[in-house]
C-alpha cells in the first residue's frame, strides 16, 4: 500500500494509540530548500479485512478530493522553495479591464460586447493561457539569461458578468523569477488591466503561503502549471528513523513530546506548523505529518 492509502484510511481527528500488529515505523521526508516534511505512518504486515477495500473505495470520493487538494498545495509549496529565491522571485497579479464592470446593467450589451473585442480580452481560458504565453515570451526576451525564467502560475475566473450573457472574467495569479529584471520590467510586459508585483518573501514561510494563495477557491480556479525548469524534490524513506516508542509518545502528547521528538531528530530544524495526528477505525498506530524549517 502506498501513502496515499494511509491518509485515506488515518482521517479521523482524535483516538486511541494501540501498538498492537505494529512491525515499525515507515518515515517518509521531502526536503525542499529550508523546509522539510515528516510523513510516518505504521508498518503493517497483515491489513484487517477490509481495510484495502475501503481504501480503495474511499479513492472516489471526498475524502480522495480533500487529499489531492492539499498534496496540490504542498505541491506548489515544495516548488516554491525549492527553485526561487528570497526577494529575487516576485508575486504577481494580472488583471483585466473589463468594460462595464460596476454598470453593465445599465448599458447595451452589444455595445460592452463591440468594446470587449476591441480590447481584445480574453473570452475563454485558452484565450488567457494564450495571453500568458506572450506575456511570459515578451519577458523573456528581456532577460539576459532566458533560460533562467521560472515561473508558477493559476488562472482565476469568476462569473459576476455571466447574467448578462457575457464571457467569465478572468485574472492570473503566478510566482515568477526573471534574472535581472526588476519588479516594473515584469509588470509593464502585461498589457491589460491592474497588476500586482511584490518581492517573494521565502524567509518569512512565504512558499507555503504562496501556495495556499495559489491553490484557493478550487471552483475559481481553471489552470495550474508551472515551467519545464523546475526541479522537483525527491522523498526519502526509512524504516529505522523514528521507533514505535517515540511514535507512540507524539500521538499521545503531540503538543509537548511531538516537537521535542522531531526537533531531536532532525537537528537545525524547527517545527513550522502544528504537527497533525490522524487516527483511524480499521488500523493500529496513527499516521503522523510534521512540516520544519531550517533555523538560519
Known amino acids: ?18 501498538g498492537r500488529g505494529i512491525a515499525g515505523i515507515r518515515t517518509v521526508t521531502i526536503r525542499a530548500g529550508a523546509s522539510l516534511e515528516v510523513m510516518c505512518h505504521p508498518i503493517i504486515r497483515h491489513w484487517p479485512e477490509g481495510a ?57 450589451i452589444d455595445d460592452v460586447w463591440d468594446d470587449w473585442r476591441r480590447r481584445k ?30 515561473w508558477i502560475l493559476r488562472i482565476e475566473e469568476d462569473d459576476k458578468l455571466s447574467a448578462f450573457g457575457l464571457p467569465t472574467r478572468y485574472h492570473v495569479h503566478m510566482l515568477i523569477e526573471a534574472g535581472n529584471l526588476t519588479q516594473d520590467d515584469v ?14 518573501d521565502l524567509i518569512h514561510d512565504g512558499a507555503a503561503r504562496i501556495a495556499r494563495y495559489i491553490t484557493k477557491n478550487k471552483r475559481g480556479g481553471r489552470w495550474i502549471s508551472h515551467s519545464r525548469n523546475l ?26 513530546m511531538g516537537r521535542a521528538i522531531f526537533e531531536k531528530l532532525y537537528p537545525g530544524y524547527r517545527v513550522a506548523e502544528n504537527i497533525r495526528v490522524t487516527w483511524s477505525d480499521f488500523m493500529a498506530g496513527a499516521y503522523i505529518y510534521c512540516r520544519m524549517r531550517k533555523r538560519d
Open 187 to 200: 509588470s509593464m510586459q502585461w498589457p491589460f488591466g491592474f497588476t500586482r508585483c511584490d518581492r517573494f
Open 231 to 256: 526541479k522537483k524534490p525527491v522523498p526519502r524513506v526509512s524504516d529505522r528513523k523514528l521507533s514505535r516508542r517515540r511514535a507512540a509518545k507524539i500521538a499521545e502528547d503531540v503538543s509537548f
Open 121 to 150: 480580452l480574453p473570452e475563454s481560458v485558452e484565450d488567457v493561457r494564450k495571453i500568458v504565453r506572450n506575456f511570459l515570451g515578451r519577458v523573456k526576451r528581456r532577460m539576459e539569461d532566458p533560460k533562467a525564467l521560472k
Open 52 to 108: 484495502k477495500r475501503e481504501a480503495k473505495s474511499r479513492k472516489t470520493g471526498r475524502a480522495m478530493e480533500a487529499i489531492n487538494a492539499r498534496n496540490q498545495t504542498l505541491h506548489i509549496m515544495r516548488l516554491a522553495e525549492l527553485n526561487f529565491h528570497h526577494l529575487k522571485a516576485m508575486v504577481l497579479t494580472g488583471t483585466f479591464e473589463y468594460p462595464g464592470e460596476n454598470d453593465v446593467g445599465l448599458m447595451n
Open 1 to 18: 500500500m502506498n501513502l496515499q492509502d494511509y491518509e485515506l484510511l488515518y482521517d479521523l481527528p482524535a483516538g486511541e494509540y494501540d
